[in-house]
């Protein structure tokens, strides 16, 4: 999707939520050209090569096609995974700024931060999988019980599009994919560039003189879809003055 005119903006979805997913934000950035695609294998975008589905060469492919395509963005906003993507992506791109919603930067602790990710794979690499699972979640007692979990509350259309992508196994293949390949270990140990690892957001920003952290009470994960007006205006004040952190993350 390419809307606007202005300044380029790209925003990135997380893992199973597609450009869909910034429907809100999008109108709510006047003034910029918002740039929004489908991260691969997810939303409405093939997959390529299954074996480019982590952080990394996402952000390589990524890359070649803002390039090719001239859209060149001079700020990027990624939420949840996506967040983490927009920070790998700078290390190809000059960038002016990286905002994130909700950035997932942390790890799995424990022995979850092992099995999680050999779980992954062993579902990704398993034939038919992704067809069992959107054929078994892909009902809307099952989406919506999906997102509760995730704090966020969202109108019909929000559940209905969730639900559209839960039932499109490609779309399940590609999350798993990515799930699998999902590693920010060497993305945070570059942390001095850009961050730190933190459990929280706050930790982050209070930790890196570069960093500025918003807080907007009462919205879950899914901030962003529940409430754009207002992250919409978090985002654009920080723009228009990104004082006094003027960093990356926010």
Same mark, same amino acid.
């Given at each position: 999707?390419?809307?606007?005119?202005?300044?380029?903006?790209?925003?990135?979805?997380?893992?199973?939520?597609?450009?869909?997913?910034?429907?809100?934000?999008?109108?709510?950035?006047?003034?910029?050209?918002?740039?929004?695609?489908?991260?691969?294998?997810?939303?409405?975008?093939?997959?390529?090569?299954?074996?480019?589905?982590?952080?990394?060469?996402?952000?390589?492919?990524?890359?070649?096609?803002?390039?090719?395509?001239?859209?060149?963005?001079?700020?990027?906003?990624?939420?949840?995974?996506?967040?983490?993507?927009?920070?790998?992506?700078?290390?190809?791109?000059?960038?002016?700024?990286?905002?994130?919603?909700?950035?997932?930067?942390?790890?799995?602790?424990? %022995?979850?931060?092992?099995?999680?990710?050999?779980?992954?794979?062993?579902?990704?690499?398993?034939?038919?999988?992704?067809?069992?699972?959107?054929?078994?979640?892909?009902?809307? %007692?099952?989406?919506?019980?999906?997102?509760?979990?995730?704090?966020?509350?969202?109108?019909?259309?929000?559940?209905?599009?969730?639900?559209?992508?839960?039932?499109?196994?490609?779309?399940?293949?590609?999350?798993?994919?990515?799930?699998?390949?999902?590693?920010?270990?060497?993305?945070?140990?570059?942390?001095?560039?850009?961050?730190?690892?933190?459990?929280?957001?706050?930790?982050?920003?209070?930790?890196?003189?570069?960093?500025?952290?918003?807080?907007?009470?009462?919205?879950?994960?899914?901030?962003?879809?529940?409430?754009?007006?207002?992250?919409?205006?978090?985002?654009?004040?920080?723009?228009?003055?990104?004082?006094?952190?003027?960093?990356?993350?926010?």
């Amino acid at each position: 999707m390419d809307h606007g005119s202005g300044p380029k903006l790209l925003l990135l979805h997380g893992a199973g939520a597609s450009g869909h997913s910034f429907r809100h934000l999008i109108p709510a950035l006047p003034g910029y050209r918002v740039i929004v695609p489908d991260l691969p294998g997810q939303g409405f975008t093939r997959a390529g090569s299954r074996s480019r589905f982590g952080i990394e060469p996402m952000a390589e492919d990524l890359a070649q096609l803002l390039a090719q395509k001239d859209w060149l963005p001079e700020v990027v906003i990624g939420h949840s995974a996506g967040a983490a993507l927009a920070l790998q992506l700078s290390t190809l791109i000059p960038l002016r700024a990286v905002i994130g919603i909700n950035a997932a930067l942390g790890q799995f602790d424990g %022995a979850a931060g092992f099995l999680f990710p050999l779980m992954a794979r062993a579902l990704a690499a398993t034939p038919f999988v992704a067809s069992l699972i959107s054929r078994t979640l892909g009902r809307e %007692a099952k989406v919506e019980g999906l997102l509760a979990n995730t704090g966020s509350t969202l109108e019909p259309e929000g559940m209905a599009q969730y639900l559209a992508l839960v039932q499109r196994a490609a779309h399940v293949d590609g999350t798993l994919g990515m799930m699998a390949q999902w590693r920010i270990d060497r993305l945070m140990a570059r942390a001095p560039q850009f961050t730190v690892p933190p459990a929280v957001s706050r930790k982050a920003a209070a930790l890196l003189p570069r960093a500025d952290y918003r807080e907007l009470a009462g919205l879950g994960h899914l901030a962003h879809e529940e409430d754009a007006t207002t992250v919409a205006g978090a985002i654009i004040a920080w723009l228009a003055d990104p004082a006094p952190g003027q960093g990356q993350i926010s």
